[in-house]
């Protein structure tokens, strides 16, 4: 079974900073470094890290081609990959704080801008049965799922950044849907202050046919299976030292997608991604610090 990433690559110009800045405020960095990101790029990255089959479709400019060899050193098949000369590569701006906090700030660039040429194309490069999974960060999600869902492919998607576009996207041909608790209240219209218990709940009336995947943070995550009627939980790792939680729930998503593709049960997938994102906080940066699987105790 072969998945594919149809997602967004970003370069994320990260700076340490004491404390976020405020409304009016300027302030100083620690440090400023530049590294490869996009939550596509970065569960791409997870997956190939974890042994999985990932092919990665999207847009960059020519400014993003490091993204790209990154993408092929870890394994990932690039081949629908679009370069637009013209264009320039997606970027985000990301504070992180002395406790490892993060804010982000996106500017879309050629992720905004994918044809409907290369949604076909990608689509039909793939097999029924096999995975495709999507996050929020690119152009035409509605018709790359409207292409997926007609090629009988699964859909697992991940609906970050949450906004209203994500409100108009055919939902229903969802197969696992991939939230935090914030993302989770926002689609269900439950009160995010009413704990993950309620909201998982709220979500499955919203969506009876989907598998849901809720990651808690520091908390760890849960799994209702679309046909069960309670909840699986799974703690997150210990953690030595938050340095920088930024791509900790897009190691989670890879890693557990890459377990699930490999035949593991919804629990076991959930304590591996924990181990893996447990590693990723460690350590600064996105992609970077997506751990591979031999790093993992008894991986
Ligand atoms: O999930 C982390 C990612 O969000 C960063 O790499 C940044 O590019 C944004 O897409």
């Known amino acids: 079974m072969r998945i594919l990433n149809f997602g967004s690559l970003n370069v994320d110009h990260v700076y340490k900073v004491a404390d976020f800045v405020k409304p009016g405020e300027t302030i100083s960095a620690e440090t400023y470094s530049r590294f490869c990101g996009g939550k596509g790029l970065n569960q791409s990255i997870a997956l190939a890290r974890a042994g999985a089959k990932v092919l990665h479709a999207g847009r960059i400019g020519s400014d993003g081609l490091f993204l790209k060899e990154k993408l092929e050193a870890s ?3 690039c081949s629908l990959l679009e370069v637009a000369a013209e264009e320039p590569t997606g970027h985000a701006v990301i504070q992180v704080s002395a406790k490892g906090e993060n804010c982000i700030v996106l500017f879309g660039g050629a992720n905004m801008r994918i044809a409907e040429e290369q949604i076909s194309r990608s689509i039909q490069s793939m097999e029924r049965g096999d995975i495709l999974l999507l996050q929020n960060e690119i152009s035409r999600m509605g018709e790359i799922m409207e292409a997926a869902d007609g090629a009988g492919l699964r859909i697992f998607f ?3 950044p949450m906004n209203e576009r994500v409100l108009s996207y055919p939902m229903e041909l969802v197969d696992t849907l991939i939230v935090n608790e ?3 209240a926002g689609l269900a219209g439950a009160d995010p202050e009413s704990g993950p218990e309620q909201v998982i709940r709220s ?4 969506y009876p046919a989907a598998n849901l995947l809720m990651t808690l943070g520091a ?6 299976g679309h046909s069960e ?3 699986v939980f799974v703690p997150a790792s210990s953690v030595r030292k938050v340095v920088d939680t930024t791509a900790a729930g897009d190691t989670f ?3 557990f997608l890459a377990e699930t593709a490999l035949g593991a049960s919804p629990e076991t997938a959930m304590k591996t991604a924990a181990a893996a994102s447990g590693l990723c906080v460690g350590r ?3 992609a970077d610090s997506i751990p591979f699987r031999h790093e993992l105790r008894g991986g």
């Open 229 to 231: 009627e309670r909840e």
């Open 158 to 160: 991940n609906p970050a």
């Open 182 to 184: 914030i993302e989770g």
């Open 203 to 206: 979500l499955r009336t919203k």
């Open 219 to 224: 908390s760890g995550a849960m799994y209702l």
């Open 253 to 255: 998503i890879g890693y």
């Open 284 to 286: 600064l940066g996105a």
């Open 75 to 77: 394994g990932v098949d």
